[in-house]
């Protein structure tokens, strides 16, 4: 599978991961307007809502000034991403707009997907499946991604477990819930998601660990692709387990 064709699995699986997990929140709404994705999950931080443009746009100028009414209608902030060569004259008509560019974050891929067979010693991983684990799940992704933990509840309801192909997985050591990773399987992709390790216990593969699991599980599901979007410090490790950039994606802010 050439790098055209991983980038576009990448495209589609994060943009059934938004759609699922803004439909899954009380406040969240899903919308398609000439190739943005629109979605909003009532969240007050930008990064909580998105317009994601999955093709370039017919009318870029009068596109994005219908997303940006869009979201001032709701008094939401959002960040708008694109793949990086993807729609040129949609970010010169959002810097235009007033949304600027801010920074890119890696979408990689590993194909084939052949994950080791097992975790390491020490490290039992748990699907989530009530509220007890989620709200396990959700201690570690506040202190991991420095989120307010009052604000998770309403992002992170139970409804997400019951969406399809969607799976959150929480690592334990030594009895005590210290990572976790979530799946969002879309056809025979496999996207991992909200990889976070306490500040106790990082830097000791935990976090590569609950990645191997979610594309795991995954693989068993019959997944053959798995994708993710990296941090610049996941980046390396992510390298060094196979995956490789095929879609850069240019994040926009309003300013």
């Known amino acids: 599978m050439n790098d ?22 009380d406040r969240g709404e899903v919308h398609d307007l000439d190739g943005i994705l629109m979605a909003l999950t009532g969240g007050r931080q930008e990064w909580w809502n998105i317009a994601f443009i999955s093709a370039a746009l017919e009318t870029p100028v009068k596109t994005i000034e219908a997303v940006l ?44 997907l052949e994950p080791p067979d097992d975790a390491p010693p020490g490290l039992e991983i748990r699907t989530v499946a009530d509220q007890a684990t989620l709200d396990e799940h959700m201690a570690i992704s506040a202190e991991s991604f420095r989120i307010n933990p009052r604000e998770l509840p309403a992002l992170a309801p139970l409804k997400l477990i019951e969406q399809p192909g969607w799976f959150i997985y929480v690592g334990y050591v030594d009895g005590q819930p210290v990572t976790s990773s979530s799946l969002l399987l879309s056809g025979d992709t496999a996207g991992v998601y909200w990889v ?9 593969g935990l976090g590569e660990a609950m990645t191997w699991h979610a594309l795991r599980e995954g693989a068993k599901r019959g997944a053959t692709v798995g994708i993710l979007q990296a941090s610049n410090m996941g980046k390396p490790i992510y390298e060094r387990m196979g995956f490789h950039v095929v879609s850069p994606y240019r994040t926009f802010v309003r300013k």
């Open 4 to 25: 055209d064709e991983l980038a576009a699995r990448a495209d589609d699986n994060y943009a059934v991961w938004w759609r699922l997990w803004a439909s899954a929140t």
């Open 69 to 112: 009414r869009f979201f001032d209608d709701r008094q939401q902030p959002f960040i708008m991403r694109v793949r990086d060569g993807l729609d040129p004259a949609a970010e010169e008509a959002a810097e235009t707009l007033g949304i600027r560019y801010s920074d890119t974050i890696p979408g990689m891929a590993l194909s084939p």
């Open 196 to 204: 976070g390790t306490v500040a106790a216990h990082r830097k000791r």
